[in-house]
């Protein structure tokens, strides 16, 4: 199955920053999604981008896809402690079947 | 405001036995995934279902594992002879096509004791 590379693999932050995180695929993707998943429950959809070099926002959160169609970055502003998680992005390659998942990133905010 | 509904949220069997899992899908979601998550790690695809068909079953062992989603009723994802090694979250998502953002249930918990 296709490759989701997604870095970080874990983020330990001061409550106030700001964080960045990115998902890069070997192959083009017509779709990213990004999911926040909480201990015990299933993934929470965040954001969903369908055109390269679209930005899009949700609150405090950011995401775009990248120009090239094989990655793309998700920013939180000003972190907050229920910020606290695990981020995984998923992609959709043409000709649109299943979605591919990321090994997702662990994000601590610190009080 | 109902989501993806899956049950149960925990089941235990013993080794040997069959496990069933249920999902209901969102309302007007005619699109069913079913993914397979060990502690620690991301999300790995089983089978995308329609109505009726199976689409996708390029993640699903062969052995063992069979997926269905028929006209009436929830989609059901089936462990025969279950192992150890079957342990795992399995959670269920929809959509209304190929290029709309799954929604997920909270998942079933396998354990095979």
């Known amino acids: 199955g296709q490759q989701l590379n997604q870095s970080p693999q874990s983020m330990f932050i001061q409550e106030g920053e700001d964080v960045s995180m990115n998902c890069t695929s070997s192959s083009i993707f017509n779709t990213w999604l990004w999911y926040k998943q909480d201990p015990g429950e299933g993934p929470v959809l965040l954001i969903a981008l369908y055109k390269a070099g679209e930005l899009t926002s949700n609150g405090r959160l950011t995401a775009q896809f990248g120009t090239t169609r094989k990655d793309s970055f998700l920013n939180i502003s000003a972190s907050i402690p229920s910020d606290v998680g695990i981020y995984f992005c998923?992609?959709?390659?043409?000709?649109?079947?299943?979605?591919?998942f990321g090994t997702g990133t662990s994000l601590t905010v610190i009080p | 405001n109902a989501g993806v509904m899956q049950n149960p949220r925990h089941l235990v069997r013993r080794r040997g036995q069959e496990a069933r899992l249920r999902c209901s899908p969102m309302k007007g979601h005619s699109h069913v995934y079913w993914y397979r998550q060990l502690p620690e790690e991301g999300l790995k695809f089983m089978v995308y279902l329609q109505k009726e068909n199976i689409i996708d079953e390029s993640g699903m062992p062969k052995e063992r594992f069979s997926a269905e989603f028929p006209k009436e009723g929830p989609s059901i994802l089936r462990i025969q002879q279950v192992v150890r090694g079957d342990s795992a979250a399995y959670f269920c998502a929809s959509s209304q096509g190929d290029n709309s953002p799954l929604h997920f249930g909270n998942g079933t918990r396998l354990t095979v004791t």
């Open positions: 998923a992609g959709q390659p043409p000709p649109g079947n299943q979605f591919y």
